[in-house]
């Protein structure tokens, strides 16, 4: 006797679904809100018997959710609403799962952060004195222009055109010796 009264109850809800999404269909706000506010329990217990982590039921809830006013337009009310709502659902949460599988495949799990350099000690006064003669000198050995492109965009901070109107250099010459004035450091500080 319950199966049947449970059937009989399934129908019954199938019908007003239905119902409600055909005033939503035709643009009744407060028919679609109420829909919504009927399937939603619904469709988290169907997630919650699907999927076996808690903690990712409602993400999976949304997407369902979302799924279903996106394709709204396309359900037909001449067929139930359940299996047309079951599918969307069925469908996302093997979205999910795929989702989650990939990301497994991919991402390792750490119990604690690494830090990047734990045992280099911070530069001393005289470290950071040293590196600054160090470049001194690598500016000193480069060609007047060179030293001057790196003075005014490296040192002073200034823009491509700031420093090309300074210099009455063109922008692609100046930014042709910066680069060639970069590389001739580098070699000089190796």
Request: no cysteine; net charge positive.
């Amino acid at each position: 006797m319950r199966d049947d009264a449970t059937s009989t109850d399934r129908r019954d809800r199938d019908e007003r679904w239905r119902d409600l999404m055909r005033s939503a269909q035709g643009g009744n706000s407060f028919a679609y809100a109420r829909l919504l506010e009927e399937v939603t329990p619904v469709i988290r217990g169907l997630v919650r018997r699907r999927w076996h982590s808690p903690n990712d039921v409602e993400d999976i809830v949304q997407d369902i959710l979302l799924s279903v006013h996106l394709v709204r337009h396309t359900y037909d009310s001449a067929r139930p609403f359940g299996p047309w709502l079951g599918t969307i659902a069925k469908r996302r949460i093997a979205d999910f799962a795929r989702k989650m599988a990939s990301r497994r495949a991919n991402e390792t799990t750490v119990a604690a952060m690494p830090e990047t350099f734990p045992l280099d000690e911070p530069k001393t006064e005289q470290d950071i004195s040293d590196d600054q003669g160090e470049v001194r000198r690598a500016l000193a050995a480069l060609s007047p222009p060179q030293r001057q492109a790196i003075e005014l965009m490296k040192l002073q901070g200034l823009s491509l055109e700031e420093a090309s109107m300074r210099t009455g250099k063109s922008v692609s010459a100046l930014k042709v010796t910066v680069h060639r004035a970069m590389k001739a450091m580098r070699r000089i500080l190796e």
